[in-house]
């Protein structure tokens, strides 16, 4: 493991010399590109025209989009933050609201007292009827305190 780790931080740093050589390459070459040829270039990207995010979701503009297939880098989190309303530049940006820690561990709380609850009323249920089902699962779980206190 310790070998692969070394492979793979030598690898790493000869991705970045390389790619410091051909931005050296890059900046040498850059003064030899007349200007004319150069703004074609640059119009040529269209770097002023709004990019697509997904079918009919207008982005940003100053981009280029490559297209990939969407088993490439599978997310499961949305990472593009949208909002309804207008999108004048003069209105306030909304506020956002945040899942701070402190939220989501209210919100397991609930959550736990709510299944709590569920199980408790599905065990008064079980056992005011009577019925096979109710003393199979009391049953089981009798058998599995009397099995664990003979360890």
């Known amino acids: 493991a310790q070998l692969s780790s070394a492979y ?3 690898f790493d740093d000869m991705v970045g010399y390389a790619r410091l050589n051909r931005g050296q390459i890059v ?3 850059m003064p030899t590109v007349p200007e004319w040829k150069w703004r074609n270039w640059i119009a040529s990207l269209s770097l002023d025209s709004r990019i697509e995010f997904g079918e009919g ?10 297209l990939e297939p969407g088993s490439t880098n599978p997310t499961t989190e949305e990472k593009v933050r ?10 306030p940006w909304p506020n956002e609201e945040v899942q701070s820690e402190e939220n989501m561990h209210g919100r397991f709380d609930k959550l736990e007292k709510l299944i709590d609850k569920s199980m408790k009323k599905m065990n008064k249920l079980v056992k005011g009827t009577g019925s ?6 009391s049953g089981s779980s009798a058998a599995s305190h009397s099995s664990s206190g003979s360890l």
């Open 8 to 10: 793979q931080a030598t």
């Open 27 to 29: 900046v040498a070459t």
């Open 57 to 66: 979701d207008i982005g940003l503009a100053g981009g280029i989009q490559v």
């Open 82 to 91: 949208r909002f309804a309303g207008t999108t004048s530049r003069e209105a």
């Open 132 to 137: 096979r089902f109710g003393s199979s699962i």
